[in-house]
T-cell receptor
Framework: AQSVTQPDIHITVSEGASLELRCNYS??????LFWYVQSPGQGLQLLLK??????LVQGIKGFEAEFKRSQSSFNLRKPSVHWSDAAEYFC????????????FGSGTRLSIRP | NAGVTQTPKFRVLKTGQSMTLLCAQD?????MYWYRQDPGMGLRLIHY???????AKGEVPDGYNVSRLKKQNFLLGLESAAPSQTSVYFC?????????????FGQGTRLTVV
């Protein structure tokens, strides 16, 4: 079955430290890939997206993600986190050739240690 | 610059009552979605629509109905609310035909069924 997995439910990092959030998908073909961020009580905001081309994509707020076909992964990274990055992060995929559904992972909650 | 607007933002229902959640988008997007968000489960797709007059079931459609009579509106109905439907509901839209493959989200509706 098609799925999106975010293996880390909750991550805590120190302010200024680097960050990597994991995302794996299981699809027969390469889907469109997204990372969203949700601050408490808010809707979801798009951080970045990948469709094709360069496998390292840059997003807003200093985030980047790397698509690795061999590992079916699309991990989100940031070199130095800020306290304002504390939020929930969702990986999402869509395969428009099959029913156009956008499927989300279960999310990773990021806490920042002062 | 409204984007996706959800009405209402909060609602408390008694078990067995009915209600309709309204989603309106002003971006002329073809696709619209309804998700529910529950702790630890990410966003789960309830129903979606790929164009005016069309609807389709998502991952968790039971207990919900939808209608897309106008392109800009997508209504989610609960005929007989149950406590299990207590959740935060998000509407989203996208338009892959014009390159807007990512989903744009509303701010959510927090529904409590008592």
């Amino acid at each position: 079955a098609q799925s999106v997995t975010q293996p880390d439910i909750h991550i805590t990092v120190s302010e200024g430290a680097s960050l990597e959030l994991r995302c794996n998908y299981s699809y027969g073909a390469t889907p469109y890939l997204f990372w969203y961020v949700q601050s408490p009580g808010q809707g979801l905001q798009l951080l970045l997206k990948y469709f094709s081309g360069d496998t390292l994509v840059q997003g807003i707020k200093g985030f980047e993600a790397e698509f690795k076909r061999s590992q079916s992964s699309f991990n989100l990274r940031k070199p130095s986190v800020h306290w304002s990055d504390a939020a929930e992060y969702f990986c999402a995929v869509v395969l428009y050739s099959s029913a156009s559904k956008i499927i989300f992972g279960s999310g990773t909650r990021l806490s920042i240690r002062p | 610059n409204a984007g996706v607007t959800q009405t209402p933002k909060f609602r408390v229902l008694k078990t067995g009552q009915s209600m309709t959640l309204l989603c309106a988008q002003d971006m002329n997007h073809e696709y619209m979605y309804w998700y529910r968000q529950d702790p630890g489960m990410g966003l789960r797709l309830i129903h979606y629509s790929v164009g005016e007059g069309t609807t389709a079931k998502g991952e968790v459609p039971d207990g919900y109905n939808v209608s897309r009579l106008k392109k800009q509106n997508f209504l989610l109905g609960l005929e007989s609310a149950a406590p299990s439907q207590t959740s935060v509901y998000f509407c989203a839209s996208s338009d892959p035909g014009t390159g807007n493959t990512e989903a744009f989200f509303g701010q959510g509706t927090r529904l409590t069924v008592v």
